[in-house]
């Protein structure tokens, strides 16, 4: 579990990075699960290439397939940590080329693949040998906040001024997590363990204590710059 802490802090980081860069504040990162190492990683880029796809989870399955061939095989080692559920048609990408897992912060309320809209990472249309598991609410409240952040400064960016009520910054309230749209009982409890089997059932947070560090201080470009020379001195030979 404290690995995948880890890795999410990681997507965490980056996607504080993209926000501060003006991009959707939604990040990922693909992790070798045998090698526990950084493959790719990704940040949502479609304010700067103006285009409706080019999202986070396309820019490290891109980096892969550069650098190790378009052979699916790796994919299934790989877990990926994505702060936002991947969208509909992420979640296909996904599946279709095997992925092993999927960890993620908070859902995604109107495109989310992984359970809150459709249930493609199990379901029988989309190459049915390749389900895989997603679990939901690592670090959520850090992932909604930093897309209140995004939207608060964005609203301030409107011809027309908001009321004030709009622009307000809630940090204290939070919507419930219906864990079962997601995963099994079972699935929950190998990944967090049975002692928070009441939250699966309340729809409470497994984490519930938000990290603001993580959120408010800015990374530089430094950061992004350990993660590029990680990515590439990893090396995984299929
Ligand atoms: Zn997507």
Redesign the pocket.
């Given at each position: 579990m404290s690995q995948d802490l880890l890795h999410m802090r990681t997507a965490i980081t980056l996607a504080k990075y993209a926000l501060d860069h003006e991009e959707t504040p939604v990040a990922c990162i693909f992790v070798h699960s045998k090698l526990n190492k950084v493959i790719a990683y990704g940040m949502n880029g479609t304010n700067e290439s103006i285009s409706g796809i080019s999202?986070a989870?396309f820019m490290g399955i891109k980096q892969i397939q550069e650098k190790y061939g378009t052979d699916p095989k790796i994919f299934s080692e790989i877990v990926l940590y994505v702060t936002v559920e991947?969208?509909i048609?992420?979640a296909s990408a996904l599946k279709q080329l095997g992925i092993k897992k999927v960890v993620f912060g908070c859902g995604n309320e109107r495109f989310g693949g992984n359970g809150s809209i459709l249930c493609i990472h199990n379901d029988t249309s989309t190459n049915k040998s390749n389900k895989y598991v997603s679990i939901p609410g690592v670090l959520r409240r850090e992932a909604i906040m930093l897309l209140r952040y995004f939207y608060v400064r964005e609203n301030d960016r409107a011809p027309k001024p908001r009321t004030k009520k709009d622009r307000k910054l809630d940090k204290e309230t939070f919507p419930p997590l219906q864990w079962d749209k997601y995963l099994t009982l079972e699935e929950f409890e190998e990944e967090f363990g049975q002692e928070f089997r009441d939250a699966f059932y309340s729809h409470r947070d497994v984490y519930d204590e938000i990290d603001w560090d993580l959120i408010d201080t800015g990374c530089d470009e430094r950061f992004l710059h350990d993660l590029i020379e990680q990515v590439q001195s990893v090396n995984c030979t299929y």
């Amino acid at each position: 579990m404290s690995q995948d802490l880890l890795h999410m802090r990681t997507a965490i980081t980056l996607a504080k990075y993209a926000l501060d860069h003006e991009e959707t504040p939604v990040a990922c990162i693909f992790v070798h699960s045998k090698l526990n190492k950084v493959i790719a990683y990704g940040m949502n880029g479609t304010n700067e290439s103006i285009s409706g796809i080019s999202h986070a989870e396309f820019m490290g399955i891109k980096q892969i397939q550069e650098k190790y061939g378009t052979d699916p095989k790796i994919f299934s080692e790989i877990v990926l940590y994505v702060t936002v559920e991947p969208c509909i048609m992420c979640a296909s990408a996904l599946k279709q080329l095997g992925i092993k897992k999927v960890v993620f912060g908070c859902g995604n309320e109107r495109f989310g693949g992984n359970g809150s809209i459709l249930c493609i990472h199990n379901d029988t249309s989309t190459n049915k040998s390749n389900k895989y598991v997603s679990i939901p609410g690592v670090l959520r409240r850090e992932a909604i906040m930093l897309l209140r952040y995004f939207y608060v400064r964005e609203n301030d960016r409107a011809p027309k001024p908001r009321t004030k009520k709009d622009r307000k910054l809630d940090k204290e309230t939070f919507p419930p997590l219906q864990w079962d749209k997601y995963l099994t009982l079972e699935e929950f409890e190998e990944e967090f363990g049975q002692e928070f089997r009441d939250a699966f059932y309340s729809h409470r947070d497994v984490y519930d204590e938000i990290d603001w560090d993580l959120i408010d201080t800015g990374c530089d470009e430094r950061f992004l710059h350990d993660l590029i020379e990680q990515v590439q001195s990893v090396n995984c030979t299929y």
